[in-house]
């Protein structure tokens, strides 16, 4: 360089933005303001809570914008997230967390579309606008009572997860009376396909015939579980009702196919306590079956 001469002034051109630098805006407040962890973003489109997505994550089974992903990497609504190579609809929650209490009646599925053209729950929910309806665990196509719905993904999967252990109750009428062996043998655990399976507490409701009814509680929500139970010491269902979802009661006045959104205080109750026990308070008056 000559004497006198300034130096050349540094380069305006920047090299490519990489992908995962795109997901983890660490260095611009206005950035990390607009952007979210990629767990809590996977738990919130319902695909299960944080701790498992975190697990998937470390697995390498996401992606973000076509590079592996990194556990606690940042996220916006413009990154392209795939799990397992199929792309995840990762859009923001918009307002506040609703919640919807239906009462669901036998012969209808839990799913938005049926290729046997069974009737869905969906068909008599209020339609949202920018939003979706997420069903809470399920039940299935002959069991009716209450299901919840929600806006929040990151609701439903921390209330449907087997790790919380959240209640649900349910009367259930059985074709017979059961034993002291069978209720010793449904308290105690009973061998499924899947693994054992046991209720946390049964009781017995009575009956007229040959029908007896029951109320059990199940601390997890496995296809079928009921039915299996029973079948497994020697018993058939002729009914089946879920009355509770952890804190939520059906209420007794809601007709089946009949709707009922929670007021925001009690939303914020369920999204502070999904596993916690239903209120005296709350519990019905009278048996909702």
Do not use: C
């Not at 990762?90 to 069974?118: C, F, M, Q």
């Not at 010793?184 to 507490?201: I, N, P, T, W, Y």
């Not at 009922?260 to 005296?280: H, M, N, Q």
Request: aromatic content about 6%; overall charge positive.
């Amino acid at each position: 360089m000559r004497a006198g001469a300034r130096p050349p002034r540094p380069s305006s051109h920047r090299p490519p933005s990489d992908p995962a630098r795109r997901a983890s805006p660490g260095d611009s407040p206005r950035a990390l303001a607009a952007s979210e962890k990629l767990q809590k973003v996977l738990a919130r489109a319902g695909l299960g809570a944080r701790r498992e997505m975190e697990l998937w994550i470390a697995a390498g089974r996401v992606t973000v914008n076509g590079s592996p992903a990194h556990v606690g990497q940042r996220v916006t609504a413009r990154d392209r997230i795939q799990l397992d190579g199929r792309t995840v609809d990762h859009g923001r929650e918009r307002g506040e967390t609703r919640v919807l209490l239906y009462h669901k009646p036998a012969g209808e599925i839990v799913s938005a579309d049926d290729p046997g053209g069974r009737p869905t729950v969906f068909d008599r929910l209020p339609r949202l606008r920018g939003d979706r309806w997420i069903a809470v665990g399920r039940l299935d196509f002959n069991s009716s009572g209450l299901l919840l719905f929600t806006t929040s993904g990151e609701l439903a999967a921390r209330l449907a997860h087997p790790r919380y252990e959240t209640e649900r109750e349910y009367a259930v009428r059985v074709s017979g009376t059961l034993d002291a062996e069978a209720l010793r043998a449904l308290s105690e655990g009973v061998l499924l396909e899947d693994g054992r399976a046991r209720f946390a507490s049964i009781a017995d409701e009575g009956g007229q015939g040959r029908n007896h009814w029951y109320r059990v509680v199940l601390k997890e929500g496995r296809n079928r579980e009921i039915r299996r139970m029973l079948a497994a010491v020697g018993y058939s269902v002729s009914r089946l009702m879920r009355i509770r979802f952890g804190p939520v009661r059906l209420p007794p006045g809601l007709k089946r196919g009949g709707f009922r959104e929670l007021d925001p205080a009690a939303v914020a109750e369920l999204i502070a306590a999904p596993g916690g026990e239903p209120s005296p308070a709350r519990a019905p008056r009278r048996r909702p079956y």
